[in-house]
């Protein structure tokens, strides 16, 4: 233990790791400590108690990711203290709230952040670059946010639900597009 750099407590056993960390820390006190325990709130309760450097919780890191992963539109996550990134790509939808909507108001601070859009010829755009480029339907967005940002854009980005019967829309140089109508009956 004199020669250690630090120390990893990862066993699938709290107790065993809770134990190997306050022995380590018994032997040598600047030891720096990682910690992996179950809980989220015992994980940051322990990290105060005992000065432990890095205490995280394997399942509040796991459980965004695991449930973002089952909507399909998340890539990835980053791990920010105990906080959760989440990393999206999401796909404008015809009459969507966010079609053709500016893509510089979609800026939310401290919720959710576009840093890329990909139009439907496959043309990647930096975010910063296009922020004047008007959203249309079948652009995808990366985006980086939290899980309620994440899922407000999610929600902006689909169609309604309703059938409602809709004006054709005209994209560019395309053929204006007329929506089906509702069956009546």
């Given at each position: 233990m004199a020669n250690c750099r630090a120390l990893l407590a990862l066993t699938a056993n709290d107790a065993t790791n809770l134990e190997a960390a306050l022995v380590g820390r018994s032997?040598?006190?600047?030891?720096?400590?990682?910690?992996r325990l179950f809980d989220g709130d015992f994980a940051d309760r322990i990290q105060r108690a005992f000065d432990i450097n890095t205490s995280r919780s394997v399942s509040y890191l796991a459980a965004p990711s695991f449930a973002s992963h089952m909507l399909g539109q998340?890539?990835?996550?980053?791990?920010?203290?105990?906080?959760?990134l989440l990393i999206g790509e999401i796909t404008i939808e015809p009459y969507s709230?966010?079609?053709?909507?500016?893509?510089?108001?979609?800026?939310?601070?401290?919720?959710?952040?576009?840093?890329?859009v990909t139009n439907r010829d496959g043309q990647r755009l930096l975010a910063s670059a296009a922020s004047g480029r008007?959203?249309?339907?079948?652009?995808r967005l990366l985006v980086v946010a939290t899980?309620?940002?994440?899922?407000?854009?999610?929600?902006e980005a689909s169609a309604p639900a309703e059938s409602v019967e809709r004006?054709?829309?005209?994209l560019q140089?395309?053929?204006p597009f007329e929506p089906p109508r509702p069956r009546e009956g």
């Open positions: 032997i040598r006190p600047d030891l720096p400590v990682v910690l998340v890539t990835d996550t980053i791990a920010i203290g105990r906080h959760v709230e966010l079609e053709n909507q500016v893509l510089a108001t979609l800026r939310r601070p401290n919720e959710a952040w576009v840093v890329e008007r959203l249309q339907r079948a652009d899980r309620r940002g994440l899922a407000r854009m999610i929600s004006a054709p829309i005209v140089d395309y053929l």
